[in-house]
């Protein structure tokens, strides 16, 4: 019988820069309780780098971070997926802050699952991510298409700061349905997204359906808005900020 293998199972902070053979943290099954107890997460300027970490590989361990509070990704030329495979619910209860700067290829962040596992987040701050279209991504599973269209809201309760800088191809940032879970937003700063249409958008598959409703952002104090040349409301025709 093989010997269960632990490795890093109390690392706290991981640091990854300049390694551009680097594919993948994590190849085949990980050993027992991999980066259960990481609360940071940085990794810089890994060319070769698709994926940050796959749900499939993860799930093998129980509850892989948890007790993520802070990840920050800078200059990954071939980033992909930030996490791929179908997530497991409150996977990353913990997070707090999200920094992403650089990804040149990424075009979405999170599946619908995800960001309602996303209850702490505090902030969230995106440059420079070119093929970037939307903040959410259309669901991999009719398991995630389910929880889509069910009555469990997707939100950020906690979101206090929105920053988005020089994402040339953003559409839009949310869907109306996902502002309705903003109520502690207080910052928004968007520029230089020059496909940008709307800040909260309706649905794809609600457009051309006439909707009437209110958006209310109680805590919104700064709000920002530069060189968005294609901009042509906040939220949707009917919507009342």
């Given at each position: 019988?093989?010997?269960?293998?632990?490795?890093?199972?109390?690392?706290?902070?991981?640091?990854i820069?300049?390694?551009?053979?680097?594919?993948?943290?994590?190849?085949g099954h990980?050993?027992?309780?991999?980066l259960?107890?990481?609360?940071?997460l940085?990794i810089?300027?890994c060319?070769k780098l698709?994926?940050?970490?796959?749900?499939?590989?993860?799930?093998?361990?129980?509850?892989?971070l948890?007790?993520?509070?802070?990840?920050?990704?800078e200059?990954?030329?071939?980033?992909?997926?930030l996490?791929?495979?179908f997530?497991?619910?409150f996977?990353?209860?913990?997070?707090?802050v999200v920094?992403?700067g650089?990804?040149?290829?990424?075009?979405?962040?999170?599946?619908?699952?995800?960001i309602?596992s996303?209850v702490?987040?505090?902030?969230?701050q995106?440059?420079?991510?070119h093929?970037l279209?939307?903040?959410l991504?259309?669901?991999?599973?009719?398991?995630?298409?389910?929880?889509?269209?069910s009555?469990l809201?997707?939100c950020?309760?906690?979101?206090?700061?929105l920053d988005?800088?020089?994402c040339?191809?953003?559409?839009?940032v949310?869907?109306?349905?996902?502002?309705?879970?903003?109520?502690?937003l207080?910052?928004?700063s968007?520029s230089?997204?020059?496909?940008l249409?709307?800040v909260f958008?309706?649905?794809?598959?609600?457009?051309?359906?006439?909707?009437n409703g209110?958006?209310?952002?109680?805590?919104?104090?700064h709000?920002?808005?530069?060189w968005l040349?294609?901009?042509?409301?906040?939220?949707?025709?009917?919507?009342?900020?």
């Amino acid at each position: 019988m093989n010997e269960l293998t632990f490795a890093f199972t109390h690392l706290e902070r991981l640091s990854i820069n300049y390694m551009d053979g680097l594919e993948r943290l994590c190849k085949g099954h990980p050993p027992q309780g991999f980066l259960k107890n990481l609360k940071e997460l940085l990794i810089r300027d890994c060319n070769k780098l698709q994926v940050v970490l796959s749900m499939d590989e993860l799930l093998y361990n129980g509850e892989p971070l948890s007790k993520l509070q802070s990840l920050e990704l800078e200059n990954l030329a071939e980033l992909r997926w930030l996490f791929k495979g179908f997530p497991h619910s409150f996977i990353f209860q913990s997070l707090k802050v999200v920094n992403i700067g650089g990804c040149g290829v990424l075009k979405s962040l999170f599946s619908p699952s995800l960001i309602q596992s996303l209850v702490l987040l505090e902030k969230l701050q995106i440059r420079s991510c070119h093929e970037l279209k939307t903040l959410l991504a259309e669901p991999e599973s009719d398991d995630e298409m389910e929880s889509k269209s069910s009555s469990l809201p997707l939100c950020f309760s906690k979101l206090k700061t929105l920053d988005i800088h020089h994402c040339s191809k953003l559409e839009y940032v949310v869907p109306i349905t996902l502002a309705q879970g903003l109520p502690s937003l207080e910052s928004v700063s968007i520029s230089r997204c020059y496909e940008l249409k709307q800040v909260f958008s309706m649905a794809k598959e609600q457009d051309g359906v006439q909707h009437n409703g209110l958006l209310l952002l109680a805590s919104l104090q700064h709000l920002n808005l530069e060189w968005l040349l294609k901009l042509t409301s906040f939220v949707p025709q009917n919507y009342i900020v």
